[in-house]
Each structure stands twice: as structure tokens, then as C-alpha cells.
């Protein structure tokens, strides 16, 4: 049963460095490119899911289709600490029929750096792997 990603972070950059750290690190798998959303609907999303009040607005914002079950997922994503907020979205969830009708029309999410944050960026998953990885030894 496959199920949907909802990251939504400040900036671009910490969708693109939580989207790689689902993949890298979490080993979820994408059974599709990730998809970008408009802000508010993402907040909009997240208060359905949730059930709870919207504490920030988020700036960013992607839609991803995993390969893995719902529970794997989240139970996957507990364990890393990405730098955006992640929902898992399953097929219990209201909406979840909705957005696998309208996933294929939304817009591929870019996750290339920018030129002047990418140095920046690559430092973060570069000491984010360093300090996740239990064979890395100084």
C-alpha cells in the first residue's frame, strides 16, 4: 500500500536536504518524483491530518509517493531528523484520494541548489551523514 510524503519546511533548500534525508538516510523509497505544492495547501494538509492548529505557515513545500507502507515509513522517518516538517500521508487519511488524483499535475519539485546556498547545503548532508553514520569514525 503505497502512501505519500508531505514535507514542508521555511525554504527550498531544507525540502531539498529533507528529501534527500528520506531517501539517504531513512531508506524510504520514491515511487515517483517528488512534487512541488503551494504553501498553503500544504498547511492545509498538515491541519487535516493532524487534526490540530496550524502553529507556523510554511514557505516550501513538496508532495512525494513512497514505495513503503505508511507504518515503515513512519516508523523509518522517527529515526532520522530532518530539517523540515514531514507528514505521512496513507490511505486512511480523507484526503489522501485526492492528492493521488492530482499528483501527476503538479509541478516537478526542483531539488538542485542554488549556486550560492549549494556549498552551504552540501556542508549540512555531508555533516548530517558524518554525525547519522555509525561506521563513520574520525
Do not use: W
Not at 534525508?21 to 491541519?47: M, W
Request: a positive charge.
Amino acid at each position: 500500500m503505497k502512501s505519500f510524503a508531505l514535507v514542508r519546511a521555511d525554504d527550498s533548500d531544507k525540502v531539498k536536504i529533507a528529501l534527500h534525508d528520506l531517501e539517504r538516510y531513512g531508506h524510504i523509497q520514491f515511487s515517483a518524483t517528488p512534487k512541488c505544492i503551494e504553501p498553503n495547501y500544504a498547511d492545509e494538509l498538515l491541519v487535516s491530518v493532524m487534526g490540530v492548529s496550524l502553529r507556523s505557515k510554511c514557505n516550501s513545500a513538496a508532495l512525494v509517493e513512497l514505495n513503503n507502507h505508511a507504518g515503515a515509513a513512519i516508523s523509518r522517518l522517527k529515526k532520522i531528523h530532518p530539517p523540515a516538517h514531514i507528514i505521512i500521508i496513507s490511505p486512511r487519511h480523507k484526503m489522501f484520494e485526492e492528492l493521488a488524483g492530482k499528483f501527476q499535475k503538479y509541478p516537478e519539485f526542483d531539488r538542485t541548489f542554488n549556486h550560492q546556498k549549494s556549498s552551504q547545503s552540501m556542508d549540512m548532508i555531508q555533516e548530517k551523514g558524518e554525525s547519522s553514520n555509525p561506521m563513520h569514525k574520525e
